[in-house]
């Protein structure tokens, strides 16, 4: 496999961006000089955290860009977006949005390599560390291929470090696609071996910034919702890509939702909970709080992340008014620079949400820019202005509580207990409209219904955390069609964000130069027509 081969080797000669990992040449790591002490193993896995924040982009970029939510063309600013063709869905073989498996390979091989090392007969290390960090490491390859797994289907499974131990030979790292079900059931191993790991380990977190056995357990929940819902068709010169599987939607018995159901009941109970207000999530006071389960950590002096990139040009925002008509200040948000706008929700989404909803202002800033057009900034990585500079250093959060209470609602309407469902999805509404609640209070309805206002909530609750695509995807129509095929949920718009022809299009296709580059790699089905 050629390409990921040109990946893997830059990785290991960089072996990750952490100068935790940067001490010698990449052959010291695949050696018997390095894996000796816990303190290396420790620093190693510090750089795999490390690679994780290097992909902060990836859950926005391939759960969310296609879901028709921003903007695909010129911003509110009259600046050019980034992001096209997945922003406006027109992806094919040649024009494919992403390249190189979002560049997921070298992460996983660092990840192999620490497994190699790690869960084998060694003695420079307790067993309750060496479970700990070894149930780290297979919820975090089980992360990866989760979301390879959702973005292609079938993918390469790659479980050994070759490049990392100079095992570089081109035509051995050649590898076929795996079919979807083999991909699925490898991560759901995965997931199994990390629950294991961390149960010996007896130490299920230590930080919101470290995988830990509850990110595990929202993983798993994860993966068993989508096992029971969504069906990815074979990689096969029979298949054509286009069948489209549908879900009646009740069945009590469906053990893929009950084991999801109870991995997020392993979650409920222990020391995480709602905040009270929304805002305080997205301050920088609110960085480490009880809702956030795991995050990616900016901070100002280490690295900061791509905000800029979601709010006004500071230089051009003049004659600018609020949505009332009264004029603002040249630089409303204190932000001191910022800019260009290329990225920018639009406004039929925000359309969707109640006035009685916190989480509107909190998630927007909307204006009237030259009093006519109007525009919306999201909110939730503006970080902090501090000593004359603003530094984009919010966090990024990837599992947090109020994903558990509406992955619960999702269980339990599967299951047929309508009732706990709507009572979930009101544990979030609560918050949200504080006061008013009892005039937003969500009554029960059929399965369809209620996959609905899941789908809603789940809208106004996690925009910009990567999760629409996916939903659309997962979630259900009356038709028992994915809700992506439905015209209601592409907001603003008389149809849906995809049709039935294009159903090969939940999935993406893999660019040209990774299959020229491994005669073992076929095309995605339906993009190869």
């Known amino acids: 496999m050629k390409k990921i081969f040109y990946l893997l080797v830059s990785g290991a000669l960089g072996l990750a961006s952490c100068n935790a990992l940067d001490l010698t040449p990449e052959d010291y790591y695949g ?44 911003t509110s600013m009259g600046e050019g977006v980034y992001g096209p063709p997945m922003t406006n869905n027109l992806l094919t073989e040649d024009n494919t949005g992403i390249e190189d498996w979002y560049g997921l390979y070298p992460n996983i091989m660092h990840l192999n390599l620490f497994i190699k090392n790690v869960d084998a007969d060694i003695d420079w290390m307790s067993e309750s560390e060496k479970s700990f960090y070894l149930g780290q490491a297979y919820g975090l390859r089980a992360y990866y291929y989760f979301y390879l797994y959702r973005t292609y289907g079938g993918v390469p499974l790659e479980t ?20 979807p079900e083999a991909t699925l059931q490898f991560i759901k191993d995965d997931v199994e071996k990390s629950e294991s790991f961390f149960e010996q380990a007896n130490q299920q977190m230590s930080t919101p910034y470290e995988w830990s056995f509850y990110a595990t357990e929202m993983l798993k929940a994860q993966v068993y919702m989508w096992s029971a819902k969504v069906t990815t068709g074979l ?10 599987e549908t879900w009646t939607g009740v069945d009590p018995s469906n053990s893929d939702l009950l084991i999801a159901k109870q991995a997020l009941l392993n979650v409920t109970g222990k020391q995480f909970n709602l905040v009270h207000n929304y805002e305080d999530l997205w301050t920088p006071e609110g960085k480490q709080n009880e809702e956030i389960i795991f995050a990616i950590y900016f901070d100002r002096n280490e690295v900061t ?21 009264n004029a603002l200040s040249s630089d409303p948000l204190n932000l001191l620079a910022a800019g260009p706008l290329r990225y920018e929700y639009k406004t039929a989404f925000i359309d969707i949400y109640d006035e009685d909803d916190s989480r509107l202002d909190a998630t927007f800033f909307q204006y009237l820019f030259g009093g006519q057009t109007r525009g919306a900034c999201w909110k939730k990585l503006i970080g902090h202005t501090d000593g004359g500079s603003h530094y984009y250093d919010s966090d990024v959060p990837i599992f947090r509580y109020s994903d558990v209470l509406l ?31 009892e005039e937003h209070k969500y009554q029960a309805g ?26 659309l995807l997962r979630l259900k129509g009356e038709d028992g069609k994915s809700l992506v095929f439905s015209a209601k949920a592409h907001y603003g718009s008389d149809s849906p964000i995809l049709t039935e022809e294009q159903t090969y299009m939940m999935l993406w296709p893999v660019d040209v130069d990774v299959l020229n580059g491994d005669p073992e790699l076929k095309q995605t089905p339906g993009y190869d027509r």
């Open 31 to 74: 050696s018997d000089n390095f894996w000796t002490q816990a303190s290396q193993a420790e620093m190693f896995m510090t750089g795999i955290h490390a690679d994780l924040r290097d992909k902060y982009q990836m859950p926005v970029t391939l759960g969310e860009f296609r879901s028709e939510l921003l903007v695909s063309d010129v």
């Open 160 to 179: 050994e470090p070759s490049v990392a131990e100079g095992n570089i030979d081109v035509t051995q790292l050649y590898k076929a696609r795996a079919t």
């Open 235 to 244: 990689l096969d010169d029979n298949i054509e890509g286009d069948h489209i």
């Open 305 to 325: 992340n791509w905000g800029a990139n979601w709010f006004y040009n500071v230089a051009l925002f003049t004659n600018a008014t609020d949505l009332e008509g």
């Open 407 to 437: 992955m619960l609602a999702e269980c339990e309407n599967g299951l047929g207990n309508f009732n706990d469902c709507a009572n979930y999805i009101n544990a979030v509404r609560q918050r949200a409209y504080g006061e008013t609640y």
């Open 446 to 471: 059929s399965f369809a219904e209620n996959e609905w206002a899941i789908l809603q909530e789940r809208d106004k609750e996690f925009v910009g955390e990567g999760s629409r695509w996916f939903d």
